[in-house]
């Protein structure tokens, strides 16, 4: 992918924002997979592994693409979903909700996974969404190094974006695993975060919101 100005990757506000270098676009994926797989070489022999081992030989170059390619693709614009809208001809005027959307991010002061479910919800101002578009926008913030706070505010804000609507409601519900894994090792916790904004600000909405996704 051609370079590109970082102000041109995200319009939202500087808090709202993946924190990414200047020149987080010069690299081409193949360049950043031949970087990262050197460098995990290095990590590996530290940590004393043998790579010679049949096991291993190929460790460094799966964990790079798995970074590039998979668990953090949603460092690259080229990756942002295109949404597909459709005219709301037959006038639906109450709630979308799409719950228990797989949500797989990584932690970005450990690296860790965080697992959960996302639940969304719009009311539509002429336009509708395909469904799957729900999805895989939760899945491209998702694909990144994260805070579930910003998470949650991404998802909103992309979705307020695209239907051209503010009425609209994000609830995850995730586990941390540097939180099960390490540290405290308490594996049985889950932390819920949440943007309720328009129409979703009302009591009533809102209540109809969680009780449609059991909470």
């Not at 797989?37 to 081992?53: A, Y």
């Not at 390619?69 to 109450?94: M, Q």
């Not at 913030?141 to 505010?153: A, D, F, K, N």
């Not at 975060?193 to 328009?198: A, E, L, V």
Request: proline share 3%; charged share 25%; hydrophobic share 35%.
């Amino acid at each position: 992918m051609p370079a590109q100005n970082l102000a041109d990757y995200e319009t939202d506000a500087e808090h709202y924002r993946t924190p990414l270098k200047v020149n987080a676009f010069e690299l081409d994926d193949e360049t950043k997979i031949a970087m990262i797989s050197e460098h995990f070489t290095s990590i590996l022999n530290i940590l004393g592994l043998d790579l010679s081992d049949d096991s291993l030989k190929g460790t460094p170059n799966r964990i790079a693409k798995m970074y590039v390619k998979e668990i953090f693709s949603g460092l690259n614009p080229a990756n942002k979903p295109v949404a597909t809208l459709f005219e709301n001809r037959y006038r639906y005027s109450e709630m979308l909700v799409e719950k228990n959307i797989a949500v797989f991010s990584n932690c970005e002061h450990h690296f860790v996974p965080i697992t959960g479910k996302a639940h969304v919800a719009y009311i539509s101002k002429g336009k509708v969404i395909g469904l799957s578009k729900l999805n895989r926008i939760v899945q491209y913030y998702s694909r990144r190094p994260q805070v579930q706070e910003r998470l949650t505010i991404q998802i909103a804000r992309e979705i307020k974006r695209v239907l051209n609507t503010d009425d609209v409601a994000v609830l995850i519900d995730a586990n941390h695993h540097c939180v099960s894994s390490r540290g405290i090792q308490d594996a049985g916790s889950s932390t819920i975060t949440s943007s309720f904004s328009g129409k979703f600000r009302d009591a009533e909405t809102k209540n109809e919101f969680l009780s449609n996704i059991g909470k």
